[in-house]
């Protein structure tokens, strides 16, 4: 089972991780011969108290990504319920070792959009991705692991 | 480690909604919802027919909507958003996870913007 380290930092447990056009949107550019946004890195924070993770609104913007719904969100730090627009994307986290068998892959996974960048990180983790995932915080330690 | 909880092939759309004809909704207006928002007019049907999915144990599937038109209901997130772009391509639709606790939701956002809940 691949597994990702790290020490945690005072935002919490980070994650690099990439989002890309979703694989259902990607087939429907390409028979319309329209340009696929390339995939963009982000910061993510693995927070188990979000449902569906959710992405900064400067990468949705950068990938072009349309709304394909909306959901009532709970962000405090942003003020409270809220809607928020959702849109469906790709998450893939690259495993250290470079090898493509090792990295997570979710082609078509819906995401939240929220203005996160004022916090210092551009996505939240949340359970929809740890559903498939193993995730060990050590607080004493300092060090979390995250295994799919 | 699988990246879909259920399988493709228990993705499925009852016959009983599917392409259910629906009667115009009323003029979409979501309180606590941004004017310039798209698919507000989906999100209103969604609205409207959550009390009946609710009822008919629809809790937790994803439901596919276009303008006034319920597509149907699929049981996870790939198998709906693969219906949408393979029915409607780049055009927008609109996918709503089916969740008991929207109504009380939005009740409480209508409440801080100062209005009745749809």
């Known amino acids: 089972m691949p597994t990702l380290k790290g020490a945690v930092d005072r935002d919490g447990a980070l994650l690099n991780i990439e989002f890309g056009v979703s694989a259902s949107a990607i087939q429907n550019l390409r028979a319309s011969h329209r340009p696929i946004p390339q995939p963009v890195s982000a910061i993510a924070v693995v927070d188990s108290g979000a449902e569906v993770t959710c992405l900064d609104t400067s990468l949705v913007q950068k990938l072009g990504l349309s709304v394909v719904g909306f959901s009532t969100a709970n962000v405090p730090a942003i003020g409270g319920v809220h809607f928020s627009a959702m849109h469906a994307v790709s998450l893939t986290i690259r495993h250290p070792s470079g090898h493509a068998g090792g990295n997570l892959v979710i082609p078509d996974l819906p995401v939240l959009e929220v203005p996160l960048g004022v916090l210092g990180y551009h996505s939240l983790i949340g359970r929809d991705v740890l559903a498939k995932c193993h995730f060990v915080y050590d607080g004493p330690g300092s060090w979390f692991e995250f295994s799919y | ?118």
């Open chain 2, 1 to 118: 480690m699988s990246t879909e909880s259920v399988p493709k092939s228990q993705s499925s759309v009852p016959k009983d909604v599917t392409s259910v004809p629906i009667a115009p909704p009323s003029i979409p207006k979501i309180p606590g919802m941004s004017p310039d928002m798209p698919l507000q007019q989906e999100y209103s049907v969604y609205l409207r027919e959550l009390p009946r999915l609710l009822a008919e144990g629809h809790a937790g599937r994803y439901v596919l909507i276009k303008g006034d038109e319920l597509v149907g209901l699929y049981d996870t997130t790939t198998a709906v958003l693969e219906a949408g772009y393979e029915r409607f391509g780049l055009d927008p639709f609109c996918v709503q996870k089916v969740d008991p606790r929207d109504p009380e939701r939005v009740a409480a956002i209508a409440a801080r913007a100062g209005a009745c809940p749809p």
